[in-house]
């Protein structure tokens, strides 16, 4: 009689209200699974790729993610983004440019990646994010310039291990906070040995410029109304303000040599390369 009614309970009361507390989480723009769906869970259609176009398309201005507020500076600010990469890259030893595998982690609406094909000729082009409705537009778009997928926030690359040659993250270290360590493994893991990672950080030369060349800028502005920030900006190791990812994480230059020590050797930097934000080029150990 007990085994039937806690049957009976389990059947008609928890298993119903679980069904339901899984749909609302999984009915969330940013889902259990931790990426942003398409749609929410709305039903929706993606018509058949024009293979045949040959323009230049540009995002809806939604999917800029803040880059520009022209076409132009979108752009232009892409193409630029890939010349200070590609310089310091090749500052740095790696001028490879033909029959590579590389990879834009966090590649949003492609703005750097829409210019790799005719830097990297015959290459093999990936474009990563969490955020869906960037990646379908990527694909429509963009397709005849890289490969994209939508991932999620979970450490996790779906590709062999030592695929790529090089991988690159542009503003995306800046959000991850406590899962940073795991994303830096799973990046060694999908690297070739001696290949190159090239990302930008927030670290102390960011707070310097943040006080300075850039205090009008809507971060700035936000960040020095923040206690937290402010009560540590002069002293940190890691400096995380909002959580999960929308965070803004800073690394002191030493913070971050221990935290990427394990897998990779740091060969060069370059401060205020990508606006206030530093970037960092490391080899797989
Ligand atoms: C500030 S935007 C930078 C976009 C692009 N890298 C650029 O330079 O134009 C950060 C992007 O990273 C994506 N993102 C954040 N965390 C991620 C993760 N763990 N894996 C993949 N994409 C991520 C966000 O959805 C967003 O599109």
């Not at 829409?114 to 990297?120: C, L, P, S, T, V």
């Not at 540590?232 to 690394?251: A, E």
């Not at 370059?270 to 080029?281: E, I, L, R, S």
Request: glycine share 6%; net charge neutral.
């Amino acid at each position: 009689m007990i085994a039937k009614v806690s049957k009976w309970i389990q059947f008609k009361i928890v298993e119903p209200t679980m069904k339901k507390r899984l749909g609302r989480l999984m009915s969330n723009q940013t889902s259990v699974i931790k990426y942003m769906s398409y749609k929410g869970d709305n039903d929706y259609v993606i018509p058949n790729i024009d293979k045949n176009r040959n323009d230049d398309p540009i995002p809806p201005k939604e999917y800029w993610l803040g880059y520009g507020n022209t076409p132009e500076e979108y752009i232009g600010s892409g193409k630029e983004d890939v010349k200070i990469m590609l310089d310091l890259l090749a500052e740095n030893g790696y001028s490879e440019r033909d029959n590579q595998a590389v990879l834009d982690l966090g590649c949003g609406g492609a703005r750097m990646l829409r210019n790799m094909k005719a830097n990297m000729p015959n290459s093999e082009l990936w474009g990563l994010d969490i955020d869906a409705k960037l990646i379908y537009w990527n694909k429509q778009n963009l397709g005849d310039r890289a490969n994209f997928a939508t991932t999620t926030l979970i450490p996790h690359l779906p590709f062999s291990d030592e695929h790529f040659n090089l991988v690159y993250t542009g503003s995306v270290f800046t959000h991850i906070d406590d899962l940073a360590e795991a994303w830096l493994l799973e990046i060694a893991r999908v690297l070739k040995k001696g290949a190159i990672f090239y990302l930008t950080i927030h670290d102390e030369s960011t707070v310097q410029s943040l006080a300075t060349t850039y205090k009008s800028h809507p971060l700035a502005v936000f960040l020095h109304e923040n206690p937290t920030y402010n009560a540590n900006k002069d002293n940190f190791g890691m400096l995380v303000i909002g959580r999960d990812n929308i965070s803004q994480v800073f690394y002191s230059t030493e913070y971050f040599k221990d935290l990427v020590s394990p897998r990779f050797e740091i060969l060069g930097k370059k401060a205020n390369a990508y606006g206030y934000q530093t970037a960092v080029v490391l080899r797989k150990k």
